[in-house]
T-cell receptor, first 111, second 113 residues
Framework: KQEVTQIPAALSVPEGENLVLNCSFT??????LQWFRQDPGKGLTSLLL?????REQTSGRLNASLDKSSGRSTLYIAASQPGDSATYLC??????????FGRGTQLTVWP | DVKVTQSSRYLVKRTGEKVFLECVQD?????MFWYRQDPGLGLRLIYF???????EKGDIPEGYSVSREKKERFSLILESASTNQTSMYLC????????????FGPGTRLTVT
């Protein structure tokens, strides 16, 4: 059974802090990994995809890394802003294309 | 930009009704997926399809069926809606298999009373 765990489940920080969100999976035979953002009552917005041959991806203030040997991925958010408040989900990819999701980290950034 | 649209944002149905949820993508993607999302359980895969008229069961297919008659459209059918199918339903698409981003629609909040 594929299991994906995200830690912490919730995080509340003041504006300006640098953050690390964690994602771990039981099966190290991971294909790729995708990070998403979800605002309340909305769909998922793709943030970063770490493809099968990659170990890291960056977009603006976001950086995601993937260590297949240890079964872990981290999402680093630099200089957090109130607009970053949302739930962050990681999806472990398979060769068939389906994703296995963690339950998310609910982030609150207060001014 | 990839666009995935879902037929309704909010839907209220009665127990026993047949319910259709529709998803359309405009990027000629082969793969399409239906997930449901529940508090404390996360996202779970119901069905997916990698080609027209092809379908594969996900983790929780019971009580659901799907239809993919055209490449751009993937429908989720609740044959006889029950209260335990009250949930947020999310559709997604991606090209081919494997190493591409998966794109999600805005979701349909279904309430069965």
């Amino acid at each position: 059974k594929q299991e994906v765990t995200q830690i912490p489940a919730a995080l509340s920080v003041p504006e300006g802090e640098n953050l690390v969100l964690n994602c771990s999976f039981t099966d190290s035979a991971i294909y790729n990994l995708q990070w998403f953002r979800q605002d309340p009552g909305k769909g998922l917005t793709s943030l970063l995809l770490i493809q099968s041959s990659q170990r890291e991806q960056t977009s603006g203030r976001l950086n995601a890394s993937l260590d297949k040997s240890s079964g872990r991925s981290t999402l680093y958010i630099a200089a957090s802003q109130p607009g970053d408040s949302a739930t962050y989900l990681c999806g472990r990819g398979s060769t068939l294309g389906r994703l296995y999701f963690g339950r998310g980290t609910q982030l609150t950034v207060w001014p | 930009d990839v666009k995935v649209t879902q037929s309704s944002r909010y839907l209220v149905k009665r127990t026993g009704e047949k319910v259709f949820l529709e998803c359309v993508q405009d990027m000629d993607h082969e793969n399409m997926f239906w997930y449901r999302q529940d508090p404390g359980l996360g996202l779970r895969l119901i069905y997916f399809s990698y080609d027209v008229k092809m379908k594969e069961k996900g983790d929780i297919p019971e009580g659901y069926s799907v239809s993919r008659e055209k490449k751009e459209r993937f429908s989720l059918i609740l044959e006889s809606a029950s209260t335990n199918q009250t949930s947020m339903y999310l559709c997604a698409s991606m090209p081919l298999r494997g190493d591409y981003e998966q794109y999600f629609g805005p979701g349909t909040r279904l309430t069965v009373t």
